[in-house]
T-cell receptor
Framework: SAVISQKPSRDICQRGTSLTIQCQVD?????MFWYRQQPGQSLTLIATANQGSEATYESGFVIDKFPISRPNLTFSTLTVSNMSPEDSSIYLCSATGTTKETQYFGPGTRLLVL | QKEVEQNSGPLSVPEGAIASLNCTYSDRGSQSFFWYRQYSGKSPELIMFIYSNGDKEDGRFTAQLNKASQYVSLLIRDSQPSDSATYLCAVPPGGSGNTGKLIFGQGTTLQVKP
């Protein structure tokens, strides 16, 4: 299975600021995704990170708020822009291998917005 | 109707018993089904996936799929206190091709009491 790391592991931010989260996978993967897990909730898919092109966003998520980059097969970033307390959540990066059968998750980034 | 539904629990079983976790899904086009385990404060960990009707066994875990009734279950035999976690059912949206996307249920919290 792929080993996925994320930076930072946690952060406390002021409202109105932006935070960029990095995701690195130790091997080549096919798909990379970003999920959000709000307190006490399940996971919600934000977007699919596409290599070298714009991410594909799910309903309710927009590029201006959550810009995503994926410059190569193993690295992606998610920016949470103009943060508000409602953005306080865990943000998780995930990746699938060549068969796309299994999806693995990074350790997550815990974000608290004051 | 939610796309993927689970009873949030908590489901409490004594140590050594069989824990039965259930998940129903609404999209008849879904072809594959995943179970993740999430310990408190940790990211989801893939424990089982199943594509075909019937049972799939892996150690103490058995996944059961019934596509006609649109449910998938996870049985944990000889439950241990270390199995206490939230179990998430995840289903790719049907008809979306092999995009790797997953829709997660709310998760069932399992408590195994010594």
């Amino acid at each position: 299975s792929a080993v996925i790391s994320q930076k930072p592991s946690r952060d406390i931010c002021q409202r109105g600021t932006s935070l960029t989260i990095q995701c690195q996978v130790d091997s080549q993967v096919t798909m990379m995704f970003w999920y959000r897990q709000q307190p006490g909730q399940s996971l919600t898919l934000i977007a699919t990170a596409n290599q070298g092109s714009e991410a594909t966003y799910e309903s309710g998520f927009v590029i201006d708020k959550f810009p995503i980059s994926r410059p190569n097969l193993t690295f992606s970033t998610l920016t949470v822009s103009n943060m508000s307390p409602e953005d306080s959540s865990i943000y998780l990066c995930s990746a699938t291998g060549t068969t796309k059968e299994t999806q693995y998750f990074g350790p997550g980034t815990r974000l608290l917005v004051l | 109707q939610k796309e993927v539904e689970q009873n949030s629990g908590p489901l409490s079983v004594p140590e050594g018993a069989i824990a039965s976790l259930n998940c129903t899904y609404s999209d008849r086009g879904s072809q594959s089904f995943f179970w993740y385990r999430q310990y408190s404060g940790k990211s989801p960990e893939l424990i089982m996936f199943i594509y075909s009707n019937g049972d799939k066994e892996d150690g103490r875990f058995t996944a059961q799929l019934n596509k006609a009734s649109q449910y998938v279950s996870l049985l944990i035999r000889d439950s241990q206190p270390s199995d206490s976690a939230t179990y998430l059912c995840a289903v790719p949206p049907g008809g979306s091709g092999n995009t790797g996307k997953l829709i997660f249920g709310q998760g069932t919290t399992l408590q195994v009491k010594p």
